[in-house]
T-cell receptor
Framework: DAGITQSPRHKVTETGTPVTLRCHQTENHRYMYWYRQDPGHGLRLIHYSYGVKDTDKGEVSDGYSVSRSKTEDFLLTLESATSSQTSVYFC????????????FGPGTRLTVL | AQSVTQLGSHVSVSEGALVLLRCNYS??????LFWYVQYPNQGLQLLLK??????LVKGINGFEAEFKKSETSFHLTKPSAHMSDAAEYFC??????????????FGKGTLLTVNP
């Protein structure tokens, strides 16, 4: 357990509205990640962060942006939500850089109507 | 680039039977490999990991996996399935190339069903 929480845990929104998901960690982890999970696709990396204000794109970054203004918070923003962004979103952090082990938050279920 | 293939999106076993979940990987550098388990409506929990020490890795809940370089495999096994093992299992490989920032690539998952 890497002390990771996500908020909100569930959200329903409408197409075209902006949405921000929050990942919060309490253990000063440097590396953080956002994934989406969809049936038949496993987990796919959206964006990641390797330090405060240091972020980069993952494999499915279109339509998403991130920010990390302080170590403990990593925000994922859907600028204008679409139905294809209905998914379960997971945040993760590296707790052991010697073993590349990522630990995951509980997830946020987002529904875009 | 790394990739992971999990053979069988759905595996069904009887309680007490052997569990075998298959994972093959591709990596340009010696890999670190992981198995995660996801119970319904929960996050991912680390089951076990291979980080270039012993090739046979033991994890939680009686699971183990063997790293076979020649076969590029990291199959997950448990001698006797329990009803509580019903879950989705994900294999992942770490990108250990320089500047990778510890990114993981996941397989698409295998849903394990345990029948009484």
């Amino acid at each position: 357990d890497a002390g990771i929480t996500q908020s909100p845990r569930h959200k329903v929104t409408e197409t075209g509205t902006p949405v921000t998901l929050r990942c919060h960690q309490t253990e000063n982890h440097r590396y953080m990640y956002w994934y989406r999970q969809d049936p038949g696709h496993g987990l796919r990396l959206i964006h990641y962060s390797y330090g405060v204000k240091d972020t980069d794109k993952g494999e499915v970054s279109d339509g998403y942006s991130v920010s990390r203004s302080k170590t403990e918070d990593f925000l994922l923003t859907l600028e204008s939500a679409t139905s294809s962004q209905t998914s379960v979103y997971f945040c993760a952090a590296i707790a052991e850089t010697s073993t590349d082990t990522q630990y995951f938050g509980p997830g946020t279920r987002l529904t875009v109507l | 680039a790394q990739s992971v293939t999990q053979l069988g999106s759905h595996v069904s076993v009887s309680e007490g039977a052997l569990v075998l979940l298959r994972c093959n990987y591709s990596s340009s550098v010696p890999p670190y490999l992981f198995w995660y388990v996801q119970y319904p409506n929960q996050g991912l929990q680390l089951l076990l990991k291979y980080t270039s020490a012993a090739t046979l890795v033991k994890g939680i809940n009686g699971f183990e996996a063997e790293f076979k370089k020649s076969e590029t495999s990291f199959h997950l096994t448990k001698p006797s399935a329990h009803m509580s093992d019903a879950a989705e299992y994900f294999c992942a490989v770490s990108d250990r190339s320089g500047g990778s920032n510890y990114k993981l690539t996941f397989g698409k998952g295998t849903l394990l069903t345990v029948n009484p």
